[in-house]
Every structure is written in C-alpha cells, then in structure tokens.
C-alpha cells in the first residue's frame, strides 16, 4: 500500500480553507496565552535556526511577503538595509486595514512556538500580531497586541497551539488601526528577523497519515457492456484479482493481473485488471493479495445520474446577481450578488451586466471562458438532448424546457448585456482585485475591461451556436441570438485583433490571448452553421490557410469551428479542398490523441508536458475532440478511448480520489472556491483543476516539489493551480458525461 500525507486525499485532510482578508473581527479560540517580552534588538547576526518563516531577514528583498488593505494603505513591501519596509499612509477603520502577511505556515497541534520579530516605526504605535487559520473566520491561533517605537527592538512570542493541526496557516502583522482612538499620521514602520520556531514537538498531534488505495477504479462505476479495467500499483503484485459482490462478499470473478509495466508519468509500476466479463448489475470491489482492497464501485445501466445532475447543477450554484435559495442552492444560498450597476474602466459610463455566472473560485465573469462554458453545454444538448432532463432541481425545473438549456440562456442573457451598441464585447467585468474567501454579495463595486476581439469572436460564435439551439425552443430569442453574432461578426470585419491588455489597477483574471484567427474561424464556422451564408464560407477559407491550433481550450479554439463544420448541414458550402484539409488535420489530431491514451498507464491522452494547470479539463477537452471524431469517421475507437477519459476523471487515476466534488468514494475537501471556504464544506458537483507539474502556487511549491507529474495535486483551498475549480472545466465534462448517460 503506498502511503500519502493527508493533503493528498481528500477525506482525511485537516487543512486551511481562505486566503487573507477578515472581514469580521472572529472569536478568540481556546490557545494559551502568549508570553511576550521585548529587548533592544541586537547587533550581531541572530542565532541561525530553522524558521518556518521564510525570508525573514529581507536583505536582498520582501519575496514571499505581501499587503492587503482594507480601508488602509501603505507603499508595497521593500527592502531596505536589509530591513523590511513599510511607508503607511492610512491606518483605515479597522485593525488589518494595512496587513502585512505570509502564508503557508505549519502549526501543529500541541506544539509550542516561539516567534521572534525586530520592528520601529517613525511613530511610536501599537500593532495586531497574529498567527491565524489563512480562511473562514480567520480564526487567530495567537493575537497580540505589541507597543513599537522609534527604536529598533526584538519581541519574542511564545504560544501553545490548541487548536486542531492547520498545517498551512498565516503569519499577520495588523498594522491599520491601533483602535485605542490615537490618530496616526503619515509613518514608516520596519521590520526585520523574523523567525518562528517549534521549539517543543512532544505533544504535536500531526494530521492522519493515511493510506490511499494501491487498487485505482472509477468509483461510480461501469455500464454492463463496457470494458472495464482497474489500475494497480507495486511492485510484485499477486498475479491474480478478485472481483467481489460489496454486499455478500461472494467473489463472482477471479482473474489475472496483465504484465507489469512503468508508468513514468505516475512515478509507478502498473499492472491492469480486465474484469469485462463481469455484466450484472450491483456493487462490488476489486481484492489483491498484494494490493490490498479498491473502493466499491456499481455495474449498472445509469450509474452516473446522480454525479450528472450534480454537475450540471453546479452552474446553478454559480450564478451571479440573483438570490439563490435554501429549497434550490442548501447550504449555498446567498442573497444576490453584485446587482450595482457596473463601470466601464476609465471611462466613468455605467452598464448594467448583472447575472451570469461566477467564473470559478473566485466571483469574476469574463467572456472568452463564460462564451467556453455555455457552447459546451450547448453542443451537448445539441448531441445528446436525451440526457438532459427538466426537473434538475432549479428554479425553471419542470416549464417544459430542459433546464441545461435554461441554465445556458441565464449565461446567454448576461453576455448579451457585455456587447456595446457597435458590436464589440467587453473582455470582462470583475473588482479590482481577488477578494478573499468572502460570501460574493460582500464583494465591492466591479469594473467593465475594455473590448477584445477574441470576446467578440467568442460571443459571435456562440450566439450563433445558441440561435441554432434555441430555435425549436423560443424563436424570438433564438433570433435575438443570431442577431447580436452577425453584429459582433461586423464589429470583426472592421477591426483587426484586438489583444486584452492587462490593466494595473484591476488584477484579475485577465484571459489574455496573442491572437484571434482560432476565435473568428469558430465564429464562423458557427455563424455559416447557422445561416447557411456563404460569406461565412469565405471567411473560414481564408482563416483556413493560417495556423489554427486544434483544442477545446479557452484560448485556443479551433477544434470547435473544425468540429461544427465537420457536423454541419451546411458543409457544402465550404469548399472541397478546404473541407478535406480541415478533416484530415482534426482525425490526425485524434489519432495523435487516441495512441496516447493506448499508451498511457491510466487510458488518457496525455504525454510528457500535458500534466498543465486544469489538466483536468484537458482530460475532458480530449475526450470530447475524440467522441467528435467518432461521429466524424464512425469509428468506434475514439468513443472508446473518450470513455477511458470519464473513468479517469471519477478516480482511475494515480492519486485515486474522484476529481469532482462530492462524488464517489473519495473527493476534494478543501477546493479553492471561495463559497466552499467561507461555508467549509465543498459545493458538490465541481471539477478540480487536476494534477499541474509546473508547481505554480505557494502551498504545491512547499508541498509537491519532486512528485511525478500526475501526483502534483494537492487538496487544499491553497493550492489554485491545482484545487481551484471553474465552469468552463465543468462543461466539457458535462458534454463528456451526456455521452454516456
């Protein structure tokens, strides 16, 4: 059995759940009480121990420290003399309206630390030190208020934490305001010597170590006739497996385990168990001498209903600038949101774009990756409208309409709001700046970003796919749709790319993109679909000639102009050459992409380089590029490797968890996903980014360093790059899932 540290498996990790801001000052919880003594600070360098603080010394610069304001502000953190510094010009309302603050910091329950800090100000103040759960509450694990002067001075903190273990907490210097009524003018405030130290580990109670299954299944299961494999991993495995019922312990098959073979990308020696024979309907595990047990799994006819409605409701949960209520939303009810009217960036006009839904973990809306997210759900409809149902439990259930397409419309009606009155759309509208695990009615006023022509693109493309759509359904919206993608495809015609520049006063998600001939080929791609026109034809022979990257990816959307023309009724329009050359490059692609599944360890299309932030949604993106080929050639081949895909997504894979919340045996706990963080329990129905090998986040950086590539995945609301989640990870799973319904 291979042993893991808790953050890799969901179900056993006691971790933080927020990021920075407090937004309300939280009980004090049951910790000893700090010690706190001052000394002139010494001249000599200070005893070197190992911190758990890093960069505590600033004598080149203030990397891994950083600001948060609320109400206050000072200067950015710099280095000076080695010294850390902090020019505060407004100390705010509230303590932490000027925080200065580290993450990522252990603190083990039942040790006692010691934390150590050398600090003047220009004005002689008080300040709020903490240590605190990085989320939720922000729960203070020691709070202290400490006197500073203009003499350098060395204070020392000694505390026992008493709370249960937060392996990845916060240390916080609050220096807004001093809440004792004194008026502080314009100071400078510095730093230096920062060292926090467990100097007593006998009583440390550490997070479970656990152990994660060496048997990897899907955990929701497999349709009687489908092929079905178990991944195992060691090495000497028993050569034989056992299929076993759950529920009488009888075994109903016995097999034996397939050659064993490196799996580089995994770190592991693989062997696979084929228990295909194995048709009748129930629940059952997998048993290996060796190996041990694999979670239990079902054999039925609709063994997904349960993960599919969850989601496919997930986008419900996501909505924006409406209340969601308990009888609809549970535990994520939530007044509406962001219902003020939004302002154009620099510009001072006013728009209203309420709705939509919120992008991800955080409560941002941007076009390019709402625009993925509601074609998604679209083409999957389109395909497969036998899946869909109208009774998801939302609040347009059971009007006769399939509630995916009234999902998608809630989407289709705020990009709507996004286009200007010339046929441009705005790139997106957000705050100025992540807000921290709040509540999203509790986030400030948002700003429009300037139109891009990849937006507009996008928007074109599927207003045009949604005017197909909607047609049998409610024509006069229908055609509202169609009418707004000609006039954004004319906003196009008369305007070259227009690339997103990131704003310095708005720093979100900025969705940014080189070029946009893979947005204007899906426009019209979408736009001749629909219409029949043959200046959309044209258009997409021009656009042919260029380099169009084949991928389902927000910024990269050829696959979906090749995929719906290759479908379309109106192909013919295209011509011959150009539609040969269009078909060839997309079936080379799933070629390319059905021989890596063959050859992968776990059955996905991945290689070298492929495990990138959001692998998962490549999984699905894959997988739908293959169930497109299929009906492109019938070849039965690509919707067999897509289906491997689904069986990797739902816990077949190396870290042996379901990657979509609340779903199967084992799932992400801790998702970074602010709702989530704030309510401290997952939104159910949510795929994860998925393992990233680039390590991009503080928490994978500290964590995961020297982890093949398919275990860098860590389940921590941290962890962004690998834990967040978003809607447009969500679609392509949705039309991955519809598939198979």
């Given amino acids: 059995m291979k042993k893991i540290t808790a953050f890799f498996l969901a179900v056993a990790i006691i971790a933080m759940t927020g990021c920075s801001k407090l937004p309300t000052e939280p009980d004090t919880p049951d910790v000893t009480e700090p010690a706190v003594t001052e000394t002139t600070a010494p001249t000599t360098e200070p005893e070197k121990e190992t911190p758990l603080v890093q960069n505590g010394t600033f004598d080149v610069n203030t990397f891994k420290w950083g600001t948060f304001f609320s109400g206050g502000f000072s200067s950015a953190p710099a280095s000076e003399n080695g010294e850390l510094h902090l020019g505060i010009t407004n100390t705010g309302t509230v303590e932490y309206g000027v925080q200065l603050y580290q993450d990522i910091i252990p603190i083990y329950e039942g040790g006692v630390y010691r934390c150590t800090f050398d600090m003047r100000s220009t004005e002689p103040r008080r300040f709020q030190f903490r240590i605190q759960k990085n989320g939720g509450e922000y729960t203070p694990y020691v709070e202290e208020w400490v006197e500073i002067d203009t003499e350098m001075k060395t204070h020392t903190v000694e505390f026992t934490m008493k709370e249960p273990t937060d392996e990845y907490s916060r240390i916080v210097f609050n220096l807004g305001n001093t809440l ?127 993960a599919f409605d969850k989601v496919v409701k997930m986008f419900y949960l996501q909505r924006c600038g409406e209340e969601l209520t308990e009888n609809y939303a549970g535990d994520f009810a939530h007044t509406a949101c962001h219902t003020d009217i939004a302002t154009v960036y620099e510009t001072g006009e006013k728009v209203d774009v309420s709705g939509g839904w919120h992008d991800a973990g955080d409560y941002g809306k941007y076009t390019v990756a709402g625009s993925k997210a509601a074609v998604d759900l679209l083409l999957a409809y389109q395909k497969n409208p036998e899946a869909f149902s109208d009774n998801a439990g939302i609040p347009e259930s059971n009007n006769g309409i399939p509630d995916v397409l009234d999902e998608t419309r809630y989407q289709l009606e705020w990009l709507l709001k996004m286009q200007t009155s010339d046929g441009g759309v705005y790139h997106k509208v957000t705050v100025k700046e992540f807000s921290q695990a709040i509540m999203p009615q509790d986030e400030g006023e948002v700003f429009l970003s300037p139109v891009s022509s990849t937006a507009t693109a996008d928007f074109a493309a599927v207003m045009a796919v949604a005017y197909k759509t909607y047609l049998p359904v409610d024509k006069a919206f229908a055609e509202k749709c169609l009418a707004a993608s000609k006039k954004a495809w004319g906003y ?158 739902f816990g077949r894979n190396p870290m042996g968890i379901s990657y979509v919340t609340e779903t199967g045996s084992a799932s992400p706990q801790n998702p970074h996903h602010r709702p989530s963080q704030v309510i401290g329990k997952p939104m159910p129905g949510m795929l994860v980014g998925g393992p990233d090998d680039d390590i991009e986040d503080d928490f994978v950086k500290l964590t995961l360093r020297g982890q093949p590539s398919a275990k860098c995945y860590a389940d921590n609301a941290e962890s962004y790059s690998t834990n967040e989640i978003t809607i447009y990870w969500n679609s392509p799973l949705v039309f991955l899932m519809s598939e198979f319904m």
């Fill in 180 to 306: 004792d009524g004194k008026e502080l003018p314009i100071h400078h405030v510095y730093i230096d010597n920062v060292v926090l130290t467990l100097i007593d580990d006998s009583n440390v109670k550490k997070a479970e170590e656990i152990v994660a299954p060496d048997i990897n299944i899907d955990q929701i299961g497999f349709k009687p006739d489908e092929k079905k494999i178990a991944v195992l991993r060691g090495e000497n495995l028993a050569d034989k497996f056992s299929v076993v019922n759950a529920e009488n312990g009888e075994v109903v098959f016995t097999g034996e385990l397939s050659q064993s073979f490196e799996n580089a990308m995994a770190g592991e020696t693989n062997r696979l168990a084929d228990f295909s024979s194995v048709t009748k309907a129930g629940k059952y595990y997998i048993e290996n001498e060796t190996a041990g047990k694999s979670y239990t799994f079902e054999i039925g006819d609709n063994i997904y209903g349960d």
């Fill in 492 to 649: 196009l015609e008369q305007h070259d790319i227009l690339v997103y520049k990131s704003i310095s006063e708005i720093t979100t998600g900025a969705y940014g993109d080189s070029k946009d001939i893979d947005e204007r080929y899906f426009a019209a791609a979408a736009l001749l679909d629909a219409t029949g026109e043959q200046k959309y034809a044209d258009a997409i022979a021009k656009l042919a000639e260029k380099n169009i990257q084949l991928s389902f990816g927000w910024q990269q959307m050829g696959a979906y102009g090749s995929a719906i023309l290759l479908t379309s009724d109106n192909a013919d329009k295209i011509d011959k050459n150009v539609y040969a050359n269009i078909k060839k490059a997309f079936i080379e692609e799933a070629d390319r992409l059905r021989d890596l599944a063959n050859s992968d360890g776990y059955m996905i299309s991945f290689g070298e380089n492929d495990y990138i932030w959001g692998s998962n949604m490549c999984v699905a993106n894959n997988a739908m590029f293959l169930i497109y080929t299929a009906e492109i050639t019938g070849n039965d081949s690509y919707l067999s490797a897509a289906r491997e895909h689904l069986h990797y997504i």
